[in-house]
């Protein structure tokens, strides 16, 4: 049932992500042979492109696992075909998230301490557990999926990786949830906007892995599914403008925060145009229109439209991320404030090549995971045969 | 300002001079705290250290604090945006009425510490006399502390450092920021920033125990209207602010 | 990070060596593995001929038996860092600062520099990294403030 990709493709793509995997690595070593002195971040912006590329896959990690809830929670067969697909990509989006975020440490070189030293009140130890539970999950529900033997485990496995990716997309929220002391975080809205956003980006890396693996093997997608998984897509990328639009709509209506709405809005230089010109229009509208219209029903049309998505949700992470450390904290209301630690100023961050790569490296990581397991587990999604009667299921 | 006055301040230099010398040589007797407790005895949770700055005291233009900091715990003195400031002179303009006032600020030492509570390791953690620190072994260099913080008092180690001092351990890689000058405490000094200001004649920041009410700080703070920043956060910080 | 110590005794020499692994692989499994390995290696190294010639400072009576810092120093440094770190105990017997106060070279004041300094010296024959003087000072106390 399960199609391989040929051969020669397989070599191509190993060497293609192994090397953007290589040249992450490279990168990280750089790092921390010379410090983070040589990435764009500081001591204003202590996060930057490695978070949005790690935040980005990690949430998608979450979302990839759609189409497996949907198959086994929901128990729609032409998603559940595709089961092994998201479970794959999940772990591998999962994968390559977590090594950058722990390439980028001041001290990657003491993983141990942190797999050994957990304070409970913070949300990132739970992450971890979060992390290596979603793993585990994963790869049990893959089992049950894979040998036969394991089949009635297969249920209570969906629901258990169901139940937790919602879980770990609440945490990845909860990261800046939390977080009392910016105006662009610390709000309750946070962890289920997250969610929704991880439902459109999981679906739109879906769509391209799924596309990528048909047309490597020369065969087509039933247009009734494409038609189907598309109109998903549109739904989530609807969803999450909604949250967002919430989002900043309760922060203007909050008196104090209209400074900061006010900069990622309007004057804040790169934010407003990152936001509107990249996560609003490219990263929403065009994709919508490239969805419902039905002037572009063809896969090649799903695939930009998903592209787009991902565009628009690193354009939303850095915008989210960078913007939300650059407005400066509110320390003094009410006062204008000046001083040599970049107290009262818009804080400046330009990214450098080394921590771009690294981030681009996690995504090479996930690549190179899909790749070899898609052709050793023989996981490329089925081909379909068109029947009739089987439409009425999903 | 009233620095801006030539005799005012020449009065105030004499003054301070005084100030100066009853702040610094029987200090011991004064604020009651400089017998360094014993090597073998653990921090107390009686005590709880804190600091009074006072911003009328506290001079524009001034940055003796901030250089004795530096000194003190080895730092570069450097202000680009990738180097470490544990203390740093702000200056106020209030937006309405237009009142300018200059204070210093650092690590707050909070009683409830975001960055303790955000920290994954447990690295950043509160000591049982009050002083929020950084443990360098176990620090991973994650910066959640950094994003936590409210006052921005975090600094985090961009490049290979040198030379550190032998009280004050500082390496690439982790988050570190005021220590209150803990190992100055410990043997019974006070912070170097106090006794720089002390030094300046401005007398501006007093350093004692706030859990004992017959020292001096805690005195002052019965006596006077002071003020922590961000109090609507409920940190209960042990920096208190006069004058703001 | 957990420590293993291997020590072997030729004539009066006792040879200690210290390998760091992770905590869960210090096992009996692993030990008598490594126990093995290093039974293999140990003609190759045994030799009094080679081993550090080291430029023990102001020497002296040592804080504790010499034979048991070469064995177990990193502990009990360890356990100071610990209680002087989080409770604030300042035991200058146990504390890094004493040891490099007291076994700094007389030539460079220092711990560190070359094969016959101190720490570098011995940590170089038997192999192990030092992670302690990217942060701390490896010059004695008195030298180094008066440099600054």
Same mark, same amino acid.
């Given at each position: ?6 051969? =020669? ?365 898609? =052709? ?19 | ?244 | ?148």
């Amino acid at each position: 049932m399960y199609s391989k990709v040929e051969a =020669r493709n397989f070599y191509i793509l190993v060497a293609a992500s192994g090397l953007i995997t290589g040249i992450g690595l490279v990168a990280a070593w750089l790092m921390e042979e010379h410090g983070h002195i040589i990435t764009g971040m500081n001591n204003q912006i202590v996060w930057g492109i490695p978070h949005v590329f790690a935040i980005f896959m990690i949430v998608a990690a979450s979302g990839v696992l759609n189409v497996a809830s949907i198959g086994s929670v929901f128990g729609k067969s032409v998603y559940k075909a595709r089961a092994p697909l998201s479970s794959l990509l999940s772990i591998a989006l999962l994968a390559g998230g977590l090594t950058v975020l722990m390439l980028d440490l001041g001290r990657a070189d003491r993983l141990m301490v942190a797999m050994t030293n957990y304070n409970l009140t913070s949300v990132f130890a739970w992450n971890v557990v979060l992390y290596s539970g979603l793993f585990s999950f994963a790869a049990i529900y893959l089992w049950t999926m894979m040998d036969p033997r394991m089949k009635p485990w297969n249920k209570p496995a969906a629901f258990a990786v169901f139940a937790w990716r919602i879980i770990l997309t609440t945490g990845t929220g909860l990261i800046f949830a939390f977080l009392v002391a910016r105006q662009a975080y610390g709000s309750a809205l946070l962890p289920p906007m997250f969610i929704v956003m991880s439902f459109a980006w999981g679906l739109a890396v879906f769509h391209i892995v799924q596309s990528s693996l048909y047309a490597w093997n020369g065969k087509t997608l039933d247009p009734v599914i494409l038609q189907r998984m598309k109109n998903l897509l549109g739904l989530f990328v609807i969803a999450t403008l909604y949250f967002v639009a919430t989002y900043h709509l309760t922060n203007l209506y909050f008196a104090r925060q209209d400074g900061f709405e006010r900069f990622i809005l309007a004057g804040g230089g790169i934010f407003p145009w990152l936001f509107w010109a990249g996560y609003v229009l490219l990263g929403s509208f065009l994709p919508l229109v490239l969805i419902f219209h039905p002037a572009f029903d063809k896969t090649r049309h799903t695939v930009i439209a998903s592209l787009l998505v991902i565009f628009g949700s690193f354009a939303l992470l850095y915008v989210f991320i960078i913007g939300g450390q650059a407005y400066p904290l509110s320390i003094f209301p009410g006062y204008e404030v000046t001083s040599s630690f970049g107290d009262g100023q818009i804080a400046s961050y330009s990214p450098s090549l080394p921590e771009f790569l690294l981030g681009l490296g996690g995504l090479g990581v996930a690549f190179l995971i899909t790749t070899i397991c898609v =052709r050793v587990l023989g996981m490329a999604p089925p081909h379909d045969i068109p029947d009739r009667r089987k439409r009425d299921t999903f | 300002m009233s620095a801006e006055n030539p005799e005012r301040r020449a009065f105030l230099g004499k003054a301070s001079a005084l100030a100066a010398g009853l702040a610094i040589a029987p200090g011991v007797l004064l604020f009651g705290f400089a017998h360094g407790r014993p090597a073998g005895e653990a921090a107390s949770g009686k005590v709880r250290w804190g600091m009074l700055v006072d911003t009328n005291q506290c001079g524009n233009g001034c940055n003796d604090c901030v250089t004795a900091c530096n000194k003190e715990n080895g730092l570069s003195g450097g202000t680009k945006a990738t180097d470490s400031q544990w203390i740093r002179k702000v200056e106020l303009k209030n937006m309405k009425g237009g009142r300018n006032l200059s204070l210093p600020v650092m690590c707050q030492h909070c009683e409830h510490p975001p960055c303790v509570d955000v920290c994954p390791t447990g690295a950043s953690f509160r000591r049982a006399d009050g002083i929020v620190l950084v443990d360098k072994h176990r620090c991973i260099g994650c910066r959640y502390c950094m994003m936590a913080c409210p006052y921005k008092a975090r600094s985090f180690v961009h490049e290979p450092l040198a030379d550190q001092k032998p009280d004050v351990p500082r390496g690439k890689g982790t988050v570190e920021s005021c220590t209150l000058c803990v190992h100055r405490v410990d043997r019974g000094e006070q912070p170097a920033c106090v006794e720089a200001c002390a030094k300046a004649g401005r007398g501006a920041i007093l350093f004692g125990d706030l859990n004992d009410p017959e020292s001096e700080i805690s005195k002052r703070i019965r006596t006077v209207a002071s003020a922590q920043i961000r109090a609507d956060l409920m940190l209960n910080p042990g920096i208190r602010y006069e004058g703001i | 990070m957990e420590h293993c110590y291997y020590h072997l005794i030729y004539g009066d020499k006792l040879l200690s060596v210290p390998i760091r692994v992770d905590p869960w692989l210090t096992n009996s499994m692993m030990k008598t593995f490594l126990f093995v390995l290093l039974l293999a290696a140990t003609p190759a190294w045994a030799g009094d001929s080679i081993a550090p010639k080291l430029d023990i400072g102001k020497g002296g009576q040592c804080v504790e038996d010499p034979k048991l810092m070469r064995k177990t120093h990193m502990d009990i440094l360890r356990h100071q860092r610990d209680e002087t770190m989080r409770l604030g105990i300042r035991d200058p017997r146990h504390s890094l600062a004493g040891c490099i106060d007291c076994h700094a070279s007389t030539k460079n004041n220092s711990v560190l520099g070359g094969s016959e300094n101190f720490c570098q010296g011995c940590h170089v024959y038997a192999g192990v990294k030092i992670d302690c003087f990217e942060c701390h000072s490896s010059k004695r106390k008195t030298v180094a403030e008066a440099t600054k």
